[in-house]
């Protein structure tokens, strides 16, 4: 059993895409008992929100249902509970980093590090841009995702 938690900054737009997209690939592979999925911000301003229309139209277009999420902030609890901690930017990883007890440090990882394709950069946020931007980030998510199962199936499967 292991856990992972997708980070940006609203919880609105990039994390709950990767939670959808990540629960997928691990339903898909048979592996949703071992593998629990969850998306948390940074920010508190959307909590109790549902992800943004655009990130909910692009994520149903690749046969996703995202729309029954609910926005939340990261908590210290976060930190004993998930094993791999996904900041889609550095300054979310920085801001994870601030807030991580020392003993947790090492949980909290930038997603396109497990992107070979994409190795080291940041998912760009798309709220203020348009609707492209949304497909972009979706399919650096894809490929991030299939980066982070493959880790995840050599680390415990
Ligand atoms: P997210 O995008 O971090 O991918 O959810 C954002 C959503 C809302 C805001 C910023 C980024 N905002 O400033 O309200």
């Given amino acids: 059993m292991t856990s ?44 109790g929100n549902p992800p943004d229309k655009r990130a909910q139209t692009t994520a149903l ?7 029954g ?7 210290l609890r976060d930190f004993d509970r998930f094993e791999y901690i996904i900041a889609m930017d550095n300054s979310n990883k920085s801001d994870l980093l601030n807030l991580s007890p020392k003993s947790a440090v090492h949980r ?13 950069k940041e998912v760009p ?14 399919s650096m998510i894809e490929t991030g995702s299939s980066g982070l199962l493959t880790e995840i199936k050599h680390h415990y499967f």
């Fill in 4 to 47: 992972v938690l997708f980070v940006c900054l609203g919880n609105i737009c990039r994390s709950p895409l990767a939670e959808g997209v990540f629960t997928k690939l691990v339903s898909d592979n048979r592996l949703a008992k071992q593998v629990s999925v969850d998306s948390a911000g940074t920010g508190s301003w959307h909590t």
């Fill in 69 to 75: 999420f609910r926005a939340r902030q990261v908590s």
């Fill in 108 to 120: 909290v990882q930038l997603f396109m590090d497990f992107s070979s394709e994409f190795f080291s």
């Fill in 125 to 138: 946020d798309p709220y203020y841009g348009g609707d492209e931007g949304f497909e972009q980030v979706f």
């Fill in 61 to 67: 277009v690749h046969g996703i249902d995202i729309s």
